[in-house]
């Protein structure tokens, strides 16, 4: 289980995330809502120690691991992908995976300079274990591709295999569905599903996609300003007056949108 703890993540003056608490469970899919610039890929990097929490904790099967290093927390079983792609364009597809392989293997630098039957045992076993992931995912096919010549929904694809090659016991998604069309979107949460089915990992999951959101999270944390505003089943989320007055705002504001979009229509000035 993944435990967030009243983290809070301050950068001088400003509060990115403001005591959040929630978790993850093994075979659960959490999603984490909130409006441009609420704080949700920050709490991200506090979970992987790229921006340690300023107070609070975060635990994994109850030990504390937001001090620790993040090849470390990656090793313990928390993989992420990121908002932007983060390939290694020049390397092919196989090789992308195999970087991601390689923490799951053992060899010294002496039996990798040396080329010794150790090394070339482990090196074949990556490779094996690395195709295996790409025709899991449907990327057999292009293996020997660079990865920056993938339609940019094969990257995506890509993306998440890398960090199913680290076998998580909790997987962190940003924003998988961000530029894919509603055939691929589709396609994507059946993924996740299986995904989740297959290794009963727990997944958190960033996405502004509603439909994505409702259609696969069990359960949904909403923030605004850092701040949780509301937590609850897909249902209770929807019709939280906090969340709508988040995403859509005040009556009075909606009202002085319709206003300045009319004044911007009709050439007029308020």
């Avoid at 709490?43 to 620790?68: K, M, W």
């Avoid at 908002?83 to 597809?93: A, C, E, G, P, T």
């Avoid at 609850?232 to 319709?258: C, M, S």
Wanted: hydrophobic share 40%; net charge negative; charged share 25%.
């Amino acid at each position: 289980m993944l435990e967030i703890a009243d983290i809070s993540v301050v950068f001088g003056g400003l509060v990115a995330v403001k005591e959040l608490s929630f978790t993850v469970s093994p075979g659960q899919i959490v999603g984490l809502i909130g409006p441009n610039g609420a704080g949700k890929t920050t709490v991200f990097n506090a979970i992987l120690a790229v921006y340690p929490p300023t107070s609070g904790e975060v635990r994994l099967n109850g030990r504390r691991i937001d001090r620790l290093p993040t090849h470390r927390i990656c090793r313990l079983g928390i993989g992420r992908t990121f908002q932007n792609i983060r390939l290694f364009k020049d390397m092919s597809v196989l090789d992308n995976v195999k970087v991601a392989l390689h923490r799951s293997f053992r060899y010294s630098l002496f039996d990798a300079l040396l080329r010794t039957p150790r090394c070339r045992r482990q090196e074949r076993e990556i490779d094996y274990a690395a195709r295996d992931i790409l025709e899991y995912f449907d990327l057999l096919s292009v293996a020997d591709d660079k990865a920056s010549s993938l339609p940019y929904g094969k990257q995506k694809y890509l993306e998440i295999a890398r960090a199913y090659a680290t076998r998580p016991r909790i997987l962190l998604l940003d924003e998988p569905a961000a530029g894919l069309n509603a055939s691929e979107t589709e396609a994507l949460m059946d993924k996740v599903r299986e995904i989740m089915a297959d290794t009963h990992c727990g997944v958190l999951l960033i996405e502004h996609d509603m439909r994505l959101v409702m259609g696969i999270c069990e359960h949904i944390v909403a923030i605004e300003y850092g701040a949780k505003i509301s937590e609850g089943t897909a249902e209770y989320i929807q019709n939280d007056p906090k969340v709508i007055e988040a995403y859509l705002g005040t009556q009075d504001e909606k009202d002085a949108a319709v206003v300045e979009d009319l004044a911007a229509v009709t050439g007029e000035e308020e």
